[in-house]
Structure formats: C-alpha cells, structure tokens
C-alpha cells in the first residue's frame, strides 16, 4: 500500500523459511541452547567467511552436494526457486564443520596469525617458535580459534590420565614396552621427527609388540591421552625431560 500510494511500483516480496534450533523449536533471541549473536561467533573464532557460507544456506541450496563457497561463488550462484519451504535447524556442528574447512584451507603464516591471539594459556615457558608449533599442531582439527586452549592442553596444564587410558595401560606386555620405549628414546641425542618415529619402531622389534598395542600406550605414556596430533612432532615440542616425566608417573600406575 506504500508503494501504490507513493506511484512506485512494488517489489516481489518473499518470506525465508523459519529457522529453528536444535530441539526444532523456532530460533528466539532468548533461546539459550546456541550463541546467537555475531559479535559471540567473532569472539569464539570463527571465521566471517566461514559464517557467512553457513548463513547462506539456512533456508537455500544450490546445486549438487558442495557446501563449501566463497563469497562471491554464493551471490553468483544464488537462486531464488532454490528457496526452501521447510524449516531450516541452526546446526551449530555444521557451522563448526565449514568454520573447520575454512581453517584447514589457510597458508600456514595466515592461520597463525588468526589463531594465536586466542591463544590464553601461559606460553612463558615456550619460544615463538614452539608456540607456532603448538598451534600448527591443531591446525586440521580446530572448528574455532578458542578451541586452542582445550586441544592444546597437554601443552601448558597438562592433561590427568583418565580411567579409560589407565585401563587401556594395564593390558599384559604394556608395561615392558615402555619400559624399552623410555630407555631407546632417553638414549637419543636430539629429538628429531625422524628419530623418534625410529624408536617407536625399534621399540615395537624389542617389545614383539605392533599395531594399537604398540602405539597406543606410547601415546598414552608421553602425552596421558589416546588420541591428538602427530605424536612424534608433539613429542619434540615436549621435550626430553617432561616426556619421560610423563612415561615414568603413567609406569607408576600399572598394577
């Protein structure tokens, strides 16, 4: 009625779908179950591109089964009858997924650059280079920047042993291999990638140890976790003396 009244003509106006949350119930500004605001995804560190692509397709799809767009691909590409009538979730997983493959497409310079001002923990006991280190380390598996400080734990509070790795430890002939594991590797004269990875397999001969039995309480033993990044570029970083801190206090609590 504006327009008419005004002599202008009309715009074709359309309604997005409603967006709903996890539980399906229409999206609220006092809905506590996801973080709503921008300003909130910014301080967690998520990328904008990376929010703007999943915004883009609360509501829309395009062709064909990639999700991942730039920008420009998206208004591009973007076509109205591929409007969806049917709610559209605000998946927060999937938000972290894209944010995760924005962060896995950055040059290395680029992703440090972004992450390490979200990097909280006390990093007095580390060089730059280490602490560039550390945060490369995650680089494939971070879904936002503040997640650094809980993936890179190990590093500066380190993690207590669980009953899950405790058991797992406790298996028959665990406890000889790290016995072998810390003497070859407190032999090594300079922690490389290399001569780690050469321990762990002159471990495995010595032990007739192999597979997760073999790796697993290794991982276990230095790092009192069973899963994280490549264990022998970990194992550099921690250096000699807390390595075999760490085999030596996880030796301890094997019955």
Not at 173 to 199: H, P, Q, S
């Amino acid at each position: 009625m504006v327009y008419e009244m005004l002599g202008l003509e009309a715009p074709e106006f359309g309604h997005m779908t409603l967006i709903v949350n996890q539980s399906g119930k229409k999206l609220s500004k006092r809905d506590t179950e996801i973080v709503q605001f921008i300003e909130d995804y910014n301080k967690l560190g998520y990328l904008p591109e990376a929010l703007f692509n999943f915004i883009a397709l609360l509501g829309w799809s395009p062709e064909g089964t990639e999700e991942i767009f730039s920008k420009e691909e998206l208004i591009k590409i973007f076509d109205v009858n591929r409007l969806s009538t049917s709610s559209a979730k605000f998946d927060v997983n999937k938000l972290s997924w894209i944010n995760n493959q924005y962060i896995k497409k950055m040059d290395e310079q680029a992703y440090l650059d972004f992450v390490k001002p979200f990097l909280t923990k006390d990093t007095s006991g580390y060089t730059d280079a280490q602490i560039d280190a550390i945060c490369l380390l995650y680089k494939d598996q971070m879904s936002y920047a503040t997640e650094i400080n809980e993936l890179a734990n190990l590093f500066f509070e380190g993690p207590i042993l669980d009953a899950e790795a405790l058991e797992f430890v406790n298996q028959e002939g665990v406890k000889n291999t790290l016995e072998i594991f810390k003497g070859i590797f407190a032999n090594l004269d300079e922690l490389t990638i290399d001569g780690i990875k050469d321990a762990i397999k002159e471990t495995g001969v010595q032990a007739e140890s192999k597979g997760k039995l073999l790796f697993m309480p290794i991982r276990i033993a230095t790092t009192m976790q069973m899963h994280g990044p490549e264990l022998p570029n970990t194992l550099v970083i921690l250096g000699k003396e807390k390595v075999i801190k760490n085999i030596e206090e996880v030796i301890s609590k094997i019955n």
